[in-house]
C-alpha cells in the first residue's frame, strides 16, 4: 500500500477536555501535551477501525511506535476548552504509516479555531526486539478502508 485515506474522506475526530494539569504557569496547554493528546486520538482511530492495541500485541507480537514528530503551533489551547482532535492517514509502507493531525478549539456553533497541526510517522515493530515488521492483514485491511 502507498496511500491510506484521501484528501476527500473525513478525518476521525476525538473530542477532549483541557484539564489543569495540561497547562503551563501561563495558563496555556504546555507545548508537549499536543503531543499526548495526538497520542490518544490516535488510540481511538485504531480502535474505531477494530484494532486494540493490546489485543493487537498479544495477537501478532506487534506494537507501534513514533519514530518521527513535526508540530506547528498556531494559537493556544486554555482550560476548559474543548478539542476536536483529527487524524488522517497521508501516507502507508509496509512497515510505517505517516499521519496529519490537527488540534481544534470546538466553539459551539462557531467556526471551530485551529491550535496545532503535526505529521505524525508511527512504525510497526516487533515487541520484542524493536525490528521493523509488515503491518499485519488486519491492519492493512483496516487502513484500506
Not at 101 to 127: K, S
Request: glycine share 8%; hydrophobic share 40%.
Amino acid at each position: 500500500m502507498t496511500e491510506a485515506g484521501g484528501e476527500a474522506d473525513p478525518p476521525f475526530s476525538h473530542r477532549l477536555r483541557v484539564y489543569w494539569e495540561d497547562t503551563d504557569a501561563g495558563g496555556v496547554v504546555f507545548y508537549a501535551n499536543y503531543l499526548k493528546f495526538f497520542e490518544r486520538a490516535r488510540t481511538e482511530w485504531l480502535r474505531a477501525l477494530g484494532v486494540g492495541q493490546q489485543r493487537l500485541r498479544d495477537d501478532t507480537g506487534v506494537i507501534f511506535i513514533v519514530t518521527d514528530t513535526a508540530l506547528r503551533y498556531l494559537a493556544p489551547a486554555r482550560l476548559d476548552d474543548e478539542l476536536d482532535i483529527t487524524v488522517r492517514p497521508a501516507e502507508a509502507g509496509r512497515a510505517s504509516l505517516t499521519l496529519q493531525q490537527q488540534a481544534w478549539r470546538h466553539n459551539g456553533g462557531a467556526a471551530a479555531t485551529l491550535l496545532c497541526e503535526g505529521t505524525i510517522r508511527i512504525g510497526c515493530v516487533a515487541a520484542g526486539s524493536f525490528r521493523p515488521v509488515r503491518f499485519p492483514t488486519q491492519i492493512s485491511r483496516a487502513l484500506s478502508r
